[in-house]
């Protein structure tokens, strides 16, 4: 079964530049969430996309992006990089956005800010 | 703000042994899911569980849902070494499907 692919898997770049993940979702979801995880920490929502209109939004920074495209996959634009934004980001997809909803995660992009 | 507590935070268990793992909540949820993540790997769901007093069973993994829909539980029976990992409960907050997690569970499965 098609899972949820991310990309790219890892990404190292210096502070103040720009990076951009991607992820595209299992194929007929409609809602796409995105997710970073520091260092032993638990996933921290960042953002979310429901029918390509932004749905919700946690602790995401201004300096932070993200869009969903008419093929439904999404991605999370991050600006003038901080040793901070290292971390493990995740994209997670669900068909609909109740309750009830099983959403599935990609593999993650580690991103690495030196 | 709804929050959930995992415990015990690390488990080192020789194989072969039961363990219990807890996700508790002064809040109410509609569901809530279990994922098991290896390291630099995204979670992976195990479980769903959505009426309250439910049991779910997965092979050697048994899942409960509290009457109260406020709590849960994973119990694995004779651990065997592919069983390490980290083991996340998780939660809907709000109604737009985001998650909120459990700081997780580590788990460490000795032979």
């Known amino acids: 079964a098609a899972g949820v692919i991310q990309s790219p898997r890892h990404l190292i770049k210096e502070k103040r530049e720009t990076a951009t993940l991607k992820c595209y979702p299992i194929p007929r979801h409609d809602t796409v969430y995105w997710y970073q995880q520091g260092p032993g920490q638990d996933p921290q929502f960042l953002i979310s996309f429901y029918e390509k209109m932004q749905s919700d939004k946690g602790s995401i920074p201004d300096r932070f992006s993200a869009q969903q495209f008419s093929d439904y996959h999404s991605e999370l634009n991050m600006s003038s990089l901080e040793l901070g934004d290292s971390a493990l980001y995740f994209c997670a997809s669900s068909l609909g956005r109740t309750g009830d909803t099983e959403a599935f995660f990609g593999q993650g992009t580690r991103l690495t800010v030196v | 703000t709804q929050l959930l507590e995992q415990s015990p935070q690390f488990l080192s268990i020789q194989e072969g042994e039961n363990l219990t793992v807890y996700c508790n909540s002064s809040?109410?949820?509609?569901?809530l899911q279990w994922y098991r993540q290896e390291p630099g790997e995204g979670p992976v769901l195990l479980v769903t569980?959505?009426?309250?007093?439910e049991v779910k069973k997965l092979k050697r993994l048994t899942f409960q849902f509290g009457d109260a829909r406020k709590d849960s539980s994973l119990h694995i029976t004779a651990a065997q070494t592919g069983d390490t990992g980290l083991y996340l409960c998780?939660?809907?907050?709000?109604?737009?499907?985001?998650?909120?997690f459990g700081q997780g569970t580590t788990l460490q499965v000795k032979p």
């Open positions: 809040s109410v949820f509609s569901s």
């Open positions: 569980v959505v009426t309250g007093g």
């Open positions: 998780a939660g809907p907050s709000g109604n737009t499907g985001k998650l909120i």
